[in-house]
T-cell receptor
Framework: QKEVEQDPGPLSVPEGAIVSLNCTYS??????FMWYRQYSRKGPELLMY????GNKEDGRFTAQVDKSSKYISLFIRDSQPSDSATYLC??????????????FGQGTILTVHP | NAGVTQTPKFQVLKTGQSMTLQCAQD?????MSWYRQDPGMGLRLIHY???????DQGEVPNGYNVSRSTTEDFPLRLLSAAPSQTSVYFC???????????FGPGTRLTVL
């Protein structure tokens, strides 16, 4: 079983839809949770990050972390064609034996069509 | 402030050739790392460094060497390229280990 599971999609939605992207994980030591957006043939770009449980909102994007369920989500409101990209969840344990490395999900391919 | 830069953007090698992928950051970050990204495999950690003079192996280190003589630079060396090393390589940095990492634009490497 992978430490981080993410549905690879692909996910196709109409413009204006609410998009929900999710990851589950098995390592209870993870403390930092991130979402990256990666456009085709580009590097991953940090979208949002949260520390421990809770919600964080930034414009049309909301990140949620539920550590009790080992589940994180990214919501995109009023989705736009420019949101079409691969979305990667990532998480890290700052201590322990992992030396702070990020563990990534497989990425979900999202297409928002006009 | 350029962030994380990588050169070259593209490279084609023949089996057995060696080369160095360059990575530099201007954010004074202590932690730097190299990933490779392959279809269906996600991002996999090759090597990482927690500061100048300190490096360690990640998940897939075989066939790669790194060094960190300065805070800014973290080159990745392919010793004897193999077709299995065809991939997209990303360098990333963060202020300290375990925190948010910032990625470079990537190097697309093809080994024939």
């Amino acid at each position: 079983q992978k430490e981080v599971e993410q549905d690879p999609g692909p996910l196709s939605v109409p413009e204006g839809a609410i998009v929900s992207l999710n990851c589950t994980y098995s390592n209870s030591a993870f403390q930092y949770f991130m979402w990256y957006r990666q456009y085709s043939r580009k590097g991953p770009e940090l979208l949002m990050y949260t520390y421990s449980s809770g919600n964080k909102e930034d414009g049309r994007f909301t990140a949620q972390v539920d550590k009790s369920s080992k589940y994180i989500s990214l919501f995109i409101r009023d989705s736009q064609p420019s949101d079409s990209a691969t979305y990667l969840c990532a998480m890290s344990d700052p201590g322990g034996t992992s030396y702070g490395k990020l563990t990534f999900g497989q990425g979900t391919i999202l297409t928002v069509h006009p | 402030n350029a962030g994380v830069t990588q050169t070259p953007k593209f490279q084609v090698l023949k089996t057995g050739q060696s080369m160095t992928l360059q990575c530099a950051q201007d954010m004074n970050h202590e932690y730097m790392s190299w990933y490779r990204q392959d279809p269906g495999m996600g991002l996999r950690l090759i090597h990482y460094s927690v500061g100048a003079g300190i490096t360690d192996q990640g998940e897939v280190p075989n066939g790669y060497n790194v060094s960190r003589s300065t805070t800014e630079d973290f080159p990745l060396r392919l010793l004897s390229a193999a077709p299995s090393q065809t991939s997209v390589y990303f360098c990333a940095s963060s202020l300290t280990s375990g925190r948010v990492q910032y990625f470079g634009p990537g190097t697309r490497l093809t080994v024939l």
